[in-house]
């Protein structure tokens, strides 16, 4: 009898990965592969969906390759990006590219929208804050305006996920989470809202993909597609979810007792509530994940693209040092620039705003500021300010989150910075509370996988949790750096409001 295993598939912005993970959620094996952002217009941010499509397929076979005699892949769960739109023909043909969350060219659509409609009426209803580009109601908008050829010929208006499960399994399906986060979808009803379509855009619900729940089960994709990925066609995949809202839930997150921290190319903080929770001052946002269960938080636009531009940037004095000192790779030699200066990087301060803001202000013409340069500082300590500033626009968003949730007991790290101790110890200084860390590494991935062992009942109920869930490291706040971050972080606020409030 062949060993079940369960693979989660997790599509972020600048790559997709594949994990498999044995029933206790432990990773056994995995592939990733990066693919390009394409940003060489001004506020445009996209992806071609053909590229991912293909490194979709990659990844999925270069795994089931790596399994041996006895392990079977039972299930699949699928763990996507949230907030991006793409336009397809009567025929399933990509009409357009992939508009990513990091897109701001419908700026002065969300403006419209602000300006003719009550926007906290809006929020209540689908809790987003669409007064914002981010967001697909304004990027539709967009298109509506500036393209109207392609606007009529859209047929359907889609997620990446929706359009790679078309690809799949031939129908238009998407997950409860997908939908929640475009602002086109009452989260108190489950269905999309046809009077913010119908008002805002002039469009009907039918041309937006059927909302199914994160469990739903797809299967039966053709013989000769699964022949590419190795795969028995019977395989089932599941529906799954945002991969922030799946980073909460691979951290073993299931009630508001406990906040996820994730920072990867993005970051936010998060908690699992049995209701809709939201913020009279529209800081924070709310997507459904079930019926019987939202997740509550706020995003940051700039997370570990800051330092993945700092590493492209100056690629070749960086690359240099990695040989010189014997780093792993780059992102190491940033950690031991870190440790070599002292909290607060000698009073430089980075506001990382490099692609506008998300929370807690929503403002999308933000920029990045580097602030205090003078001839003692040197690239460690623009290196370091970088991930103090990320920490500090982490910590505005967790004040904003713990001001209506003040259930919170813990804060458990996940994602990228996850792998950093000089990161997450910075984040402890800044927070000034105890970070935990689950021996997840892979939450959104996990979460996703998790969906699926639900989906097929190799778990018995929502919040049954998995052995790798646990926390096993806690950072604890050192109060000597907490006061110099304290200043820190009020040097930090105050450059933010001169310059944009």
């Not at 369960?6 to 912005?13: A, Q, R």
């Not at 990733?32 to 397929?57: G, K, N, V, W």
């Not at 908008?141 to 359009?163: D, G, I, M, N």
């Not at 108190?188 to 993909?209: C, K, V, Y």
């Amino acid at each position: 009898m062949p060993d079940s295993f369960y693979m989660g598939i997790d599509l972020g912005t600048s790559s997709i990965r594949a994990v498999v993970f044995d029933v206790q959620g432990k990773p056994v094996l995995s592939r990733q592969e990066e693919f390009p952002m394409m940003t060489e217009l001004e506020s445009h941010a996209e992806i071609d969906p053909e590229s991912i499509y293909r490194h979709f397929i990659s990844v999925v076979r270069s795994c089931m390759l790596q399994l041996s005699g006895n392990m079977k892949v039972r299930a699949i769960g699928f763990s996507t990006q949230m907030h991006s739109l793409m336009l397809t023909d009567e025929k399933g043909k990509p009409l357009t590219r992939v508009m990513t969350w990091a897109d701001n060219r419908a700026y002065q659509q969300a403006e419209s929208i602000k300006k003719n409609y009550d926007s906290l009426s809006l929020y209540k209803r689908t809790g987003c804050i669409v007064q914002h580009p981010l967001y697909p109601l304004s990027k539709i908008l967009w298109f509506k305006e500036q393209k109207p050829e392609l606007f009529k010929q859209a047929a359907c208006f889609l997620t990446v996920k929706s359009y790679l499960l078309y690809k799949l399994y031939g129908s238009y399906v998407i997950d409860y989470t997908d939908a929640s986060a475009s602002g086109l979808f009452n989260l108190h009803t489950f269905t999309w809202d046809e009077e913010i379509i119908s008002q805002i855009l002039g469009l009907s619900a039918d041309r937006f993909p059927r909302p199914v729940p994160c469990d739903y089960l797809l299967s039966g994709i053709s013989s000769s597609l699964a022949e590419e990925m190795c795969l028995d066609p019977d395989t089932p995949m599941t529906a799954g979810s945002g991969d922030g809202i799946l980073a909460n839930l691979g951290c073993g997150i299931f009630d508001a007792s406990a906040m996820s921290s994730t920072v990867g190319t993005s970051g936010a903080v998060r908690t699992t509530v049995s209701s809709p929770l939201l913020d009279d001052q529209q800081r924070t946002w709310c997507y459904c994940l079930s019926k019987d269960r939202w997740v509550a938080g706020g995003a940051i636009n700039n997370g570990g693209i800051v330092l993945r531009w700092l590493r492209d940037q100056f690629k070749e004095t960086f690359q240099k040092d990695v040989e010189e000192q014997g780093c792993y790779n780059i992102y190491a030699l940033f950690d031991q620039y870190a440790a070599s200066i002292p909290a607060g990087s000698d009073q430089l301060t980075f506001l990382p705003l490099l692609t506008g803001e998300r929370s807690p202000n929503w403002n999308a013409l933000t920029r990045g500021v580097l602030y205090g340069l003078d001839l003692r500082h040197s690239r460690q300590h623009i290196v370091k300010a970088a991930m103090e500033g990320i920490m500090y626009q982490m910590f505005a968003v967790y004040q904003a989150l713990f001001s209506i949730n003040t259930q919170t007991r813990q804060i458990r790290a996940s994602g990228g910075y996850a792998r950093s101790d000089v990161w997450l110890q910075i984040q402890a200084d800044i927070f000034g509370q105890p970070i935990a860390v689950s021996n997840v590494n892979e939450a959104s991935a996990l979460g996703a996988a998790y969906l699926s062992m639900l989906a097929v009942g190799a778990v018995s109920r929502f919040d049954e949790g998995l052995p790798e869930m646990t926390v096993t490291r806690h950072f604890e706040p050192d109060e000597h750096h907490r006061e110099i971050y304290r200043n820190g972080y009020k040097r930090y606020a105050d450059i933010y409001n001169r310059l944009y409030r």
